[in-house]
Structures are given as C-alpha cells and as structure tokens.
C-alpha cells in the first residue's frame, strides 16, 4: 500500500500549482522534455492504447511554422515561451494494440473500420494524457500553460500533414514569472461537482 | 520555482502505479473521496470550465442499479471494489462560467446555441479531470481500475435521467491487491510518441 503524498507535493501538483503566462528566460533542457514522456507514458489508458503525440515547439523556426495558426491572445506568450508542446492524438492508435495490449490480441478489431469509435477513443485517452503530461512538467518542476485558443485546422496542416494526427490542445512550458498570473479563479464546491450514493 | 518530486512520489504517481482488478477488504472514507476532489478541483480547464461530474457508488444499493450496465469482464470485480466513481460531464458546464471565469463574463457566449463546440469542450476537459482524478487518488494513497466497457446509455439513463450529465469512463477505487494484476504491458518509445522541433 502506498502512503499519502506529502503537502509540498499536492500543492506542487494541484493546490498551489497556476497556469502561467509569462516565462523566465531560463532553457528548458530536451533531457527534461524526454522525461516527461517517459512519465506520461505509464498514465493509464484503455487497452493500454496510448494515443497522445507530442511535438515540442523549440526552435524558432518552429515557432515560426506556429505562429500563425495561434489565436491574437495566445500569440505574444507562446513565442516567449521556452517551449509549447502540441498535444495531438494518433487517429489510427490501434494498429499499435497487438504489441501494446498482449492481453487481447483482438482489441484492434475493435477499431479497424469504426472510425467514430477510434476517433472517440484517441480523443478521450489522448485528453486524459495531455492531462498526465501537465502534471507529469508539474512534478520535474515545470510550470505549464495550456490553450485551447488556436486553429486546429491550421495546426494539423503545418504540423500533421498525413491526416492521421489530430491537435487537440497546446501547453507552454517553462519556469513561469509570477508577474504574469491572473488572479486565481474561484472554483465549484463539493457538491456542485460530486456525489456519493 | 518548484523543485523536482522525489522518485518515491514519481513511482507513486506514474512509473509503478497499476491499474488493479481485484481489492483488499478494505474501507475508503468518505473524507477521502472528498479530499480527491478538492484536489481535482484545481486542476487546469480551458476557461476554468470544470466540466466534470462525479458520482461515487459506495453502497449496495447504489452498486446494484450499475451492475447491469457493466461489460461481463469489468462486473465482478466492480462489485468487489469499495468504490466505483462514475466521471461524467455537464453538457451545460458553460452556465456556471459568469462565477467560474471571471476574466471574460463573455465566455458563456462561445458555447450558448453551440452544442457541438460545448460537447466538445467538456468531454476533452472532464477527460482532463477525470485523469486529475486517478492522479489524485493515487496521490492520496489508494489505487485506480478505471473502464471504458460498460453501456454508457444505460448509465447516464439510470443516473443522469435529466440528460444534461454524460458519463465517461469508470473508475473503481480501493485499495489493491497485487494478486489481481495482469502483466504490466509495453510502452511505446519517445520516438513514437514525441519530437522535438
């Protein structure tokens, strides 16, 4: 049985921890992004499918190839910051189930041909990874700051021309400036959000 | 800055974590359950939407009116665990966003008239949360089952019947037994699954 977090860490990781928008000028080292993967990768996903796929936006070139698919308010932030993560999902994730998933070997049949259901299932797995993965830059000391303000459409052609990958949000990362957060919003109670029957 | 997690909350959390299948005859408080959410709570949502809904089934009564609607393979061992939370989302989050988000009173507006785009939006955020959740229920010391195999309509029909909440996956919780594990299955590399440009 495993014990209690301490509190540094919940509030590392959820009570304290802010979605920044403004970034010290401090390099993110690749080592750092490697080991985010290597984190998120054990984050649960149904039949081990594992759809999430990330490209780091570095360089300035990348930047560049981004930039103009980022909505106004999003734009001066992303290009400041030391690295934004696209957070993408792989639409044809279940031609990988026969070596990911052993257990099943017929659990790429459960897709092949139903492009609803695969389209679902690498929306909903690669939400919960993209949510790993914050947590994931949070625990290796990172700050993050995601935004759903962009133009897919846009993105997926620059970045994903083949058609088989599918944005579905952004996350700066860096060390964040304090200077730049908004106040904190307020959030639902207890019983607005949960029950227990 | 934050400094890094320790490798003991890191394999807690993500490297050696499992997702289990059979439980110790153990209670999990309701000052627990309570606890995760005011973890889950804090999490990042676009626009601070915090679309997720959570019903935990603690009691026979309320373990009796999921059972039908549960694969045959997730059954058994979803009456054995101590809890099962159902995570759902609000189709209607987007009422709550004057209070939620008050940077911008005009966020409500982007989703009124828009269902596509507010369904959208809450199954990718309430997937963030649920996945929050698992993180949060580990950090608190227990251990997570979660499911997709169970008839979502026949849930959201015997729960939600005012069809304004969804569900979208199961998570039972408890604490495990290692003797129900399945071998732990591979993982993609970091070149499957990310670049850096």
Redesign the interface.
């Known amino acids: 049985?495993?014990?209690?977090?301490d509190q540094t860490?919940?509030k590392?990781?959820?009570?304290e921890?802010r979605?920044h928008n403004a970034w010290q000028k401090r390099d993110v080292p690749?080592a750092l992004?490697?080991e985010i993967?290597?984190?998120?990768?054990?984050?649960?996903t149904?039949a081990?499918c594992?759809p999430?796929?990330?490209?780091?936006?570095?360089?300035a070139?990348?930047k560049a190839?981004l930039a103009p698919h980022l909505s106004a308010g999003n734009r001066d932030k992303t290009m400041a910051a030391p690295v934004c993560a696209i957070i993408a999902h792989d639409l044809e994730f279940y031609e990988?189930l026969p070596?990911?998933?052993?257990?099943n070997l017929a659990a790429k049949t459960w897709f092949n041909g139903n492009a609803a259901h695969a389209e679902r299932?690498a929306?909903?797995?690669g939400?919960?990874?993209?949510?790993?993965f914050?947590?994931?830059a949070?625990?290796?000391?990172?700050?993050?700051g995601?935004?759903?303000g962009f133009d897919n459409a846009g993105v997926d052609k620059e970045f994903f021309p083949d058609g088989k990958l599918k944005s579905?949000?952004l996350c700066n990362l860096g060390?964040g400036d304090p200077a730049g957060l908004?106040?904190r919003?307020?959030?639902?109670g207890?019983d607005?959000?949960?029950?227990?029957?």
């Not at 049985?1 to 977090?5: E, F, P, S, V």
């Not at 070596?99 to 257990?103: E, K, M, S, Y």
């Not at 939400?127 to 790993?132: C, R």
Request: proline share 4%; glycine share 4%; hydrophobic share 50%.
């Open positions: 049985m495993a014990d209690r977090l860490a919940l590392q990781l959820f009570t921890a979605t690749d992004l490697r993967v290597d984190l998120v990768k054990w984050g649960p149904s081990n594992e999430a796929r990330i490209v780091f936006v570095k360089s070139a990348g190839r990988h070596r990911l998933f052993p257990h299932t929306f909903r797995n939400s919960l990874q993209g949510a790993y914050m947590l994931a949070r625990a290796v000391g990172l700050d993050c995601a935004m759903s579905n949000f060390y908004f106040a919003s307020p959030r639902l207890f607005e959000i949960a029950k227990i029957v």
